[in-house]
């Protein structure tokens, strides 16, 4: 036997660890963060409640704003009856679903409980729906995180864009860089109008010196877009240093649930 360094690694490795995560799991029953039942669990959720967040995913949606498409929001070749007037300044959205239930239960574990393997599992999704499509997201050059002020860095363990990001990127067998960076520390965007967002939001990114971005197509990542103001303004400052096209790539779309629910009517 080694030293005490030798012995933890012992202890704590192979099937010793496996017998230690079962002994802890009769006196700690594991929990499912979304039906709260004592059952097993991946990722934090049962096998039921995975199979719900599964539901969410391949709702057909809107390629221009990412908005769930349902018998009363058809798709035009331009867009939908539901896109933002103005446009914002990203060329396409790849999403997994809209904001709600099982899907809104994982964002804010990566949010705000800091549950990185989530966000790799959303990314990892994120990356299979694309691979499965014919999406311009395919073809991008580079992968770029929307950017945390350094600020808020410091209340926040990690950067779940940048999380998700390299995920994706793994996934896409795409390069990830930090071509933004966030120079005003703007208030939270949940509560207010989708003028004031825009409003908000305007000269909060600059991008990073010494890259050239002339003809790049940009993947764009974050979390939730809800008027594709912050997307929006972080392309056009992508744009306005040469990139030829930013698309956009979320893990859901905050939306009203007329449509999603029309589909659940329909089961």
């Not at 914002?88 to 959205?93: K, N």
């Amino acid at each position: 036997m080694s030293s005490g360094g030798g012995f933890l690694k012992f202890n704590f490795g192979g099937k010793l660890q496996s017998f230690a995560r079962g002994v802890l799991d009769l006196v700690i029953p594991q929990v499912c963060g979304g039906c709260g039942q004592a059952v097993p669990v991946t990722m934090g959720l049962c096998g039921e409640c995975n199979l719900k967040l599964l539901s969410l995913v391949g709702l057909p949606y809107c390629k221009r704003c990412g908005s769930t498409l349902g018998p009363n929001i058809p798709e035009y070749p331009d867009g939908c009856s539901l896109c933002p007037n103005p446009i914002p300044r990203f060329g396409s959205v790849a999403r997994l679903g809209p904001y709600t239930g099982l899907l809104r239960y994982a964002i804010h574990q990566l949010k705000y409980r800091d549950q990185l393997g989530m966000a790799r599992r959303l990314g990892r999704m994120l990356g299979e729906s694309i691979s499965e499509t014919d999406t311009p997201h395919r073809t991008a050059d580079v992968i770029v995180p929307i950017p945390m002020h350094w600020l808020r860095r410091i209340s926040r363990p990690s950067d779940h864009s940048a999380v998700l990001a390299r995920s994706l990127g793994r996934g896409l067998k795409i390069p990830v860089e930090r071509l933004l960076k966030r120079v005003r520390n703007t208030p939270p965007q949940v509560h207010i109008t989708r003028t004031q967002r825009f409003a908000n939001i305007r000269g909060a990114f600059s991008p990073v010196k010494g890259r050239s971005l002339a003809g790049v197509h940009v993947l764009l990542v974050d979390d939730v877009t809800t008027t594709g103001a912050t997307a929006g303004e972080a392309a056009r400052m992508l744009l306005a240093a040469g990139a030829s096209r930013v698309s956009l790539c979320v893990i859901a779309k905050a939306e009203p649930s007329r449509a999603y629910t029309q589909h659940w009517g329909e089961a």
